[in-house]
C-alpha cells in the first residue's frame, strides 16, 4: 500500500459527460501528479501540482483540467469525454516539487466512456 | 525529443538473476533514468533510479553505461512476484517524462 488513495475505482459514463477523479498523496507529500494510461498510448503524464500551484504540465488535454486543494487533495476534472479518453488515471504523490523525486502511486481510477 | 526502447518481453527461472535493458540513445545530459515496475491491477512502482553512476538498493541494481545511451536494470534473484512491466523512464530536471514501452517480466516456478 502506497499511503495514495483515489476514488472512485471505477468509472463509467458516456461521450459528452464530465466526470471528476479525486487522489489523496501520501501524509505530508506535497506534490500530486496525474497519468493516463491507455492500451495505444502507454503511461502518458499529464500535470503536476506542488502545494496547491501547478508546477508541470505534460500531455494534458485541454479539455481535463486539475487542481490541488489547501488540504493537499487533488482532482482531474475530464470534459466533454470521448471513447478514446477510456483509460486507467494514476495519481502519485511526493513529498518535495522535484520531478525526479521518487513517487508513489495510487491504485488508479478506471474510466469507461461508452 | 528523448526515447527509451525496452524488449517487449522477458523470462526467467525463479531465483535466477535477470538483466533488463534499456536504450535511450537520445538522453540528455540532464535526464535521470527511472525504473518503476506495475505489478497486475496495480499503480506503477519505484525501483530505482540513477544519473551517471551505478546504484544498488535492496530491490535491485541499476548499471549505467559510460556513454549513458543504455543502461540495465538487474534485479539479483528473480521471484514470482518480480512478475510484472518494468518501466524504464526518463525524468528531466526540467519536468519532462519519456516513459518506455515497458517489459513485461515473467518470472518461470
Known amino acids: 500500500d502506497s499511503g495514495v488513495t483515489q476514488t472512485p475505482k471505477h468509472l463509467i459514463t458516456a461521450t459528452g459527460q464530465r466526470v471528476t477523479l479525486r487522489c489523496s498523496p501520501r501524509?505530508?507529500?506535497?506534490?500530486v501528479y496525474w497519468y493516463q494510461q491507455s492500451l495505444d498510448q502507454g503511461l502518458q503524464f499529464l500535470i503536476q501540482?506542488?502545494?496547491?500551484?501547478?508546477?508541470a504540465k505534460g500531455n494534458i488535454l485541454e479539455r481535463f483540467s486539475a487542481q490541488q486543494f489547501p488540504d493537499l487533495h487533488s482532482e482531474l476534472n475530464l470534459s466533454s469525454l470521448e471513447l478514446g479518453d477510456s483509460a486507467l488515471y494514476f495519481c502519485a504523490s511526493s513529498p518535495q516539487r522535484e520531478f525526479t523525486d521518487t513517487q508513489y502511486f495510487g491504485p488508479g481510477t478506471r474510466l469507461t466512456v461508452l | 525529443d528523448a526515447k527509451t526502447t525496452q524488449p517487449n518481453s522477458m523470462e526467467s527461472n525463479e531465483e535466477e538473476p535477470v538483466h533488463l535493458p534499456c536504450n535511450h540513445s537520445?538522453?540528455?545530459?540532464?535526464?535521470?533514468i527511472h525504473w518503476y515496475r506495475q505489478l497486475p491491477s496495480q499503480g506503477p512502482e519505484y525501483v530505482i533510479h540513477g544519473l551517471t553512476s551505478n546504484v544498488n538498493n535492496r530491490m535491485a541494481s541499476l548499471a549505467i553505461a559510460e556513454d549513458r545511451k543504455s543502461s540495465t536494470l538487474i534485479l539479483h534473484r528473480a521471484t514470482l512476484r518480480d512478475a510484472a512491466v518494468y518501466y524504464c523512464?526518463?525524468?528531466?530536471?526540467?519536468?519532462?517524462?519519456?516513459f518506455g514501452p515497458g517489459t513485461s517480466l515473467s518470472v518461470i516456478p
Open positions: 523512464i526518463l525524468k528531466t530536471s526540467y519536468d519532462k517524462v519519456i
Open positions: 501540482y506542488y502545494n496547491g500551484e501547478e508546477r
Open positions: 501524509s505530508g507529500d506535497l506534490s
Open positions: 537520445t538522453i540528455s545530459g540532464t535526464d535521470y
